[in-house]
């Protein structure tokens, strides 16, 4: 099966340096390294980082490449290539995912915007990391 791949999109991110913190540790395998679900190697030449890992799920094992590069403070980019096998494979992009995302720093948050706040192109808005306490009821 041919599917072509879907067209780019843009969002916003409200990144603090927590939430700096939080990306790069979910990128570079977090909790799925510290429940032992996946092995890593992780490098660093210069200013390009790569890590491999290969994962073990339920009914399925996963392989990751990641190359990350730019300058870190104005943009970088993540080339990401994952290769799925095993009976949980079928639902994952045919066994094969590959996603190029840009990151780039245009300016501070919004007046509206906390840490971790995430804007599709169609002005929805989510908080990635969770809400810290539920909103208030009337």
Request: hydrophobic share 35%; glycine share 10%; with cysteine.
């Amino acid at each position: 099966l041919n599917v072509p791949p879907p067209p780019p999109q843009t969002a916003r991110l409200c990144i603090d340096a927590t939430v700096d913190q939080l990306f790069w540790r979910r990128d570079l395998g977090g909790e799925m390294v510290d429940h032992n679900l996946c092995r890593g190697n992780i490098g660093s030449r210069n200013g390009t980082f790569t890590a491999d890992f290969s994962c073990s799920l339920p009914q399925m094992s996963m392989t990751m490449q990641l190359v990350i590069s730019g300058d870190f403070k104005r943009a970088y980019t993540m080339e990401l290539t994952s290769t799925f096998q095993g009976e949980g494979a079928a639902s994952a992009a045919a066994g094969r995912i590959h996603a190029t995302i840009a990151y780039k720093y245009i300016g501070p948050c919004e007046a509206d915007q906390r840490p971790g706040d995430f804007i599709r192109n169609d002005g929805t808005k989510m908080h990635l990391f969770g809400d810290p306490k539920p909103p208030d009821r009337p």
